[in-house]
């Protein structure tokens, strides 16, 4: 599994989670509207004796209002859908079958282009899978090492820290004064930043 799975799935779940909660935002809409044109014929009814001009004025003062207190409302619901899309998202990659956690674990950290260093996981992880991804972790760059370097001994490898962290998951390297974060959080969040338009896109077409 590539980082690339990353934007598959979260645009996966950007579908399911339209499909699901996408009426919610047009309902409370539809709720505002119709609590503004109640209050605006309450109003209108009470100034029975005011003149028709002042009228209108009333009554289109509280649409504007109730407008933009609409327009507030649907821009919360989409933010809000939109993080449920990415949490979504960072839920499924953490619970991938375990060997294609694994192998995505693995592929990640390759992407990172670094040759050895510790990584630090959370708990489940340095249990379940820590070791198996810096098994693949060293095989991967060996082969890499030797085809940029060719076969000469070479000391440095990725090992496990002891300490873990409560990550989500994925895993911290470090070697020396360098570091990468292949937390899945950071992943899908560096995702976000260049997907949510297009994530937004999906969710809120038919808005």
């Known amino acids: 599994m590539s980082i690339k799975k990353i934007t598959d799935k979260i645009i996966r779940d950007a579908e399911d989670i339209k499909k699901i909660k996408l009426e919610e935002a047009k309902n ?3 709720r505002i509207l119709s609590e503004a044109k ?5 109003i209108l009814d009470e ?9 209108a004025k009333i009554i289109e003062r509280r649409k504007s209002v109730s407008d933009i207190d609409g327009r ?17 998202a960072v839920d499924r990659l953490v619970n991938l079958p375990e060997e294609e956690y694994v ?6 950290g390759v992407a990172s282009g670094m040759y ?19 098994e ?28 873990t962290e409560p990550i989500t998951g994925g895993y911290w390297i470090r070697y020396r004064m360098t570091y990468a974060d292949n937390t899945i959080g950071s992943l899908v969040k560096l995702r976000k930043s260049l997907l949510a338009a297009e994530v937004a896109g999906i969710l809120f077409k038919e808005v």
């Open 28 to 30: 409370q809409c539809e």
């Open 38 to 42: 109640t209050k605006a014929q309450k």
């Open 47 to 55: 100034t029975s004796s005011a003149g028709r001009e002042e009228k």
């Open 72 to 88: 507030k409302i649907i821009l919360a619901k989409k933010q809000e859908l939109l993080d449920e899309c990415f949490d979504a």
């Open 103 to 108: 192998n995505f674990l693995i592929n990640i």
């Open 116 to 134: 050895g260093g510790v990584l630090t996981f959370n708990d489940r992880d340095r249990a379940k899978v820590a070791e198996r991804v810096v």
């Open 136 to 163: 693949g972790l060293n095989r991967a760059t060996e082969q890499r090492r030797i085809e940029k370097y060719g076969d000469k001994p070479y000391s440095d490898r990725f090992s496990i820290r002891e300490v």
